[in-house]
């Protein structure tokens, strides 16, 4: 089994700035990725931005592009997100992610979510 455990939401300003942790234990072997999403109130689990194991090429949402880095901690199994300028829409609870190569799949696995709040 694979745990995550996010830190670091909270509420905050527009304008302002947070960093979410997330660190992965248990079977966490052939990852493939990890990364963020995010669900706001009404809307579907949408991609935020991802960090491959090998090499390390991210993947960011156009809207994320230019304001948040995703960015890891190799020795800590740890993957962080510093979210920048941040804006009203970016209110959503945010979900740690990892994906596992299990043969010919990938499995997904989820933290238990961490909410975001961007209000005045």
């Known amino acids: 089994q694979v745990h995550l455990v996010e830190s670091g939401g909270g509420l905050v300003q527009p304008g302002g700035s947070l960093r979410l942790s997330c660190a992965a234990s248990?079977?966490?072997?052939?990852?493939?990725?990890m990364g963020w999403y995010r669900q706001a109130p009404g809307k579907e689990r949408e991609l935020v931005a991802t960090?491959?194991?090998?090499?390390?090429?991210?993947n960011y949402a156009d809207s994320a592009m230019g304001r948040f880095i995703i960015s890891r901690d190799i020795a800590k199994n740890t993957v962080y997100l510093q979210m920048n300028s941040l804006k009203p829409e970016d209110t959503a609870v945010y979900y740690c992610?990892?994906?596992?190569?299990?043969?010919?799949?990938?499995?997904?696995?989820w933290g238990q979510g961490t909410q975001v709040t961007v209000s005045s």
């Open positions: 960090m491959a194991s090998s090499g390390g090429s991210t």
């Open positions: 248990g079977s966490i072997f052939n990852i493939y990725s």
């Open positions: 992610n990892l994906k596992r190569r299990d043969g010919s799949t990938l499995t997904y696995y």
